[in-house]
């Protein structure tokens, strides 16, 4: 059996190596709280926020002091957005899926349906226009944005059955979040939102048949290997998501120049590094779960993906032509950047992963 004990602790000391050394005690402190959609210590997003606190600190040379809320301590987990947003806590650390219900184009800086891998979602965000429209459209709400971790590629979910056809998917009661919901809607799924704790116990008690939450690493952290045997991949739903870090737009403003650079440097070192954790972490979590539970390990059959595929695309045109200008011009700038990059990786990065997968002779690790 996987010890979530042994799990946590190892993330605890992951986000203990991440930081840098301690800051000084500046004069003049300005002191935040950042509110954050995880329980403290999750192996992945919970361990981001606690770098990106310290970072900040550091970088500003104790300047900037912030403080952790974790889910639930001060604020619900998808309730961040709003006290933020309200100037009641100064930042969250969370992801934009959650707030679709505020406006349909803010997912996509998140994720997206057969969308951006990690490296893509980062050029479309720092080289592709993407900040800037990040930027207009959380300055509707009172926020200054920023992408702050990154999971890499998610999976496909955890099933308490096996699917074989979409037959499989009409009427499952299913957890996601963002686009990914609306297009397993689509293919008849009943889908539901929640936390993952709350996955973990709706898992074991039959209230949802099946749900994503990230990837092994903070999956295994959560327990769900121990209530839904099939893990499915892979994860179309979402090729990566980009954790974010949205700051109060006045107390962001009020700051110094240099306090302003500290959070985006803080924030772009997270984000790489995060990738980089769960590049490291994830294959050893799949390994260990393959080794030591009966876990069963599917390829979501290609007929689902199809589907899948072509509501997706069904909504990506429905969204291209929505009413509000700013969500129309958000997808169509994510639509040219993943045509762009589609047409470069088949040669690419798919054209040396697909070679990779070929036989032939290569050494294993001993």
Request: proline letters at 5%; hydrophobic letters at 45%; a neutral charge.
């Amino acid at each position: 059996m996987l010890d979530k004990r042994a799990v946590l602790g190892a993330a605890a000391a992951l986000a203990a190596g991440l930081a840098f050394p301690k800051p000084a005690i500046a004069r003049g402190m300005i002191r935040w709280t950042m509110v954050t959609s995880w329980p403290r210590d999750l192996p992945g997003p919970g361990t981001a926020a606690q770098a990106l606190a310290h970072r900040i600190g550091v970088l500003s040379d104790g300047r900037l002091e912030i403080r952790i809320s974790a889910a639930g301590e001060l604020v619900p987990a998808a309730g961040v957005f709003d006290a933020v947003s309200e100037g009641t806590v100064e930042l969250y650390h969370s992801v934009s899926a959650y707030w679709g219900s505020k406006s349909k184009a803010i997912p996509l800086f998140c994720s997206q349906p057969m969308g951006l891998s990690a490296m893509e979602q980062t050029g479309w965000i720092r080289h592709g226009g993407g900040q800037e429209l990040y930027d207009e459209m959380y300055a509707r709400f009172g926020l200054k944005p920023f992408i702050a971790g990154n999971s890499g590629p998610q999976w496909f979910g955890w099933f308490r059955k096996e699917i074989g056809s979409l037959d499989d998917l009409r009427g499952l009661r299913f957890r996601t979040a963002g686009l990914n919901g609306e297009v397993f809607s689509r293919l008849g799924a009943a889908v539901q939102f929640m936390g993952g704790m709350d996955l973990f116990q709706a898992l074991r008690s039959g209230v949802v048949d099946a749900g994503e939450y990230v990837a092994p690493w903070t999956d295994i952290a959560l327990g769900l290997h121990q209530v839904a045997p099939f893990y499915y991949w892979p994860g179309v739903g979402e090729p990566s998501s980009a954790a974010e870090c949205a700051v109060n737009l006045d107390r962001y403003n009020a700051l110094s120049l240099d306090l302003k650079k500290v959070i985006a440097l803080a924030c772009q070192s997270v984000c790489d590094e995060s990738l980089n954790d769960y590049n490291k972490y994830n294959p050893r979590a799949l390994a260990q779960l393959a080794a030591t539970t009966s876990v069963e390990l599917r390829k979501v059959p290609d007929p689902i993906l199809i589907a899948y595929g072509n509501a997706a695309g069904n909504l990506m045109s429905e969204m291209r032509v929505d009413r509000d200008p700013l969500v129309a011009r958000i997808v169509e700038s994510f639509l040219a950047y993943r045509n762009q990059m589609v047409s470069y990786m088949r040669y690419a990065d798919s054209g040396v992963m697909n070679a990779r997968l070929l036989d032939y002779r290569y050494p294993a690790a001993r």
